[in-house]
């Protein structure tokens, strides 16, 4: 089956400092999405991205946060400047096009921990 | 907004014991709904999509219905095995392509 890889899978950063969250989509999905899941909470969404622009983002994706996809293949989430309440596990995702009969392929996530 | 409910929270089971998840959503304009599995600390793995149009699909041991008017799914695991411990989580599809979580049903099958 094919899959989305994250680095790091695990990432410790002080509060204030900024992350670079990495995704390798499985090759020729066109479109992307971070979400994120905080300890003992529900998997939240966080933005989609089509088209190299951005196509939806939640309230949660404020303005600390960015995403590009900067070579074509890599699909990054920045996090300028991180919070404690950033500490999450955050998930990839990628359909291999939009449709009801579509599923969503999620990486196995990057645990950020902010001390 | 859609909200997704997730019952029970919990739920342990002897091996060889069926399996019933329930899942409700307050939305019914849906565009598909899948369920995953998520083991402690890892990813989220695909079990079964069900399109808006179908009533139901099936995946060797799993079955899982969905009844769009009530707003329900139902994920059915047949024999459970110690194998299956796990959190299964429910997502609903809007027509923006965005997934609404449910909480997940954290299963334990005891050998």
Request: charged content about 20%; some cysteine; overall charge negative.
């Amino acid at each position: 089956e094919p899959e989305v890889t994250q680095t790091p899978s695990h990432q410790v950063t002080q509060m204030g400092q900024e992350v670079i969250l990495r995704c390798v989509p499985i090759s020729n999905h066109l479109y992307f999405y971070w979400y994120r899941q905080i300890l003992g909470q529900k998997v939240e969404f966080l933005v989609s991205f089509y088209n190299n622009e951005i196509s939806e983002k939640s309230e949660i994706f404020d303005d600390q946060f960015s995403v590009e996809r900067p070579d074509g293949s890599n699909f990054t989430l920045k996090i300028r400047s991180t919070k404690l309440e950033d500490s999450a596990m955050y998930f990839c995702a990628s359909p291999p096009r939009v449709g009801s009969d579509t599923e969503a392929f999620f990486g196995q996530g990057t645990r950020l921990t902010v001390v | 907004k859609q909200e997704v409910t997730q019952i029970p929270a919990a739920l342990s089971v002897p091996e060889g014991e069926n399996l019933v998840l329930n899942c409700s959503f307050t939305d019914s304009a849906i565009y598909n709904l899948q369920w995953f599995r998520q083991d402690p600390g890892k990813g989220l793995t695909s079990l079964l999509l069900i399109q808006s149009s179908q009533r139901e699909q099936t995946s060797g041991r799993l079955n899982a219905s969905l009844d769009k008017s009530s707003g329900r799914s139902t994920l059915y695991i047949a024999a459970s095995q110690p194998g299956d411990s796990a959190t299964y989580l429910c997502a609903v599809g809007s027509n923006d392509y965005k997934l609404s979580f449910g909480a997940g049903t954290t299963v334990t099958v005891r050998a």
